[in-house]
């Protein structure tokens, strides 16, 4: 049972470090902030998840202490990580900030058109 444990634990530690790597490879590769967001908050949130996963059953399986803390920290940053890189992105597009000129779609463009109509901005 030992080694079973130790092998999952290590499995998912070693997921959520290659999950990091990606991140930390794409911050320095991709060309504007919105892409570097994207990489920053989903490759880093399953990274962290993961390693959060292999803390909870290292304790759980080898040291037989049970930490809902732990999986309530999970579910946290499964749901805060995107949903604040997705605000801070969409704030900074409001705020001015251009996207690569290599970027084929602008979802946000007519939406933001349509706010500056509404409020009388031109």
């Not at 092998?7 to 590769?29: E, K, W, Y």
């Not at 805060?80 to 979802?107: C, E, F, N, Q």
Request: glycine letters at 10%; proline letters at 3%.
């Amino acid at each position: 049972m030992t080694i079973l444990a130790n092998i999952l634990v290590i499995f998912f530690i070693s997921v959520g470090l290659i999950f990091i790597a990606v991140t930390a490879i794409g911050l320095f590769r991709l060309p504007d902030l919105y892409t570097r967001a994207h990489a920053a908050s989903k490759s880093s949130t399953l990274g962290v998840m993961c390693i959060l996963l292999g803390v909870f059953l290292h304790f759980w399986l080898n040291e037989g202490h049970f930490n809902p803390g732990i999986l309530l920290g999970i579910l946290f940053l499964f749901i805060t990580g995107p949903v604040g890189a997705h605000i801070m992105s969409r704030s900074s597009y409001l705020a001015g900030v251009k996207p690569w000129k290599g970027t084929v779609r602008d979802d946000l463009k007519e939406e933001f058109e349509r706010m500056k109509k509404e409020q009388g901005i031109k």
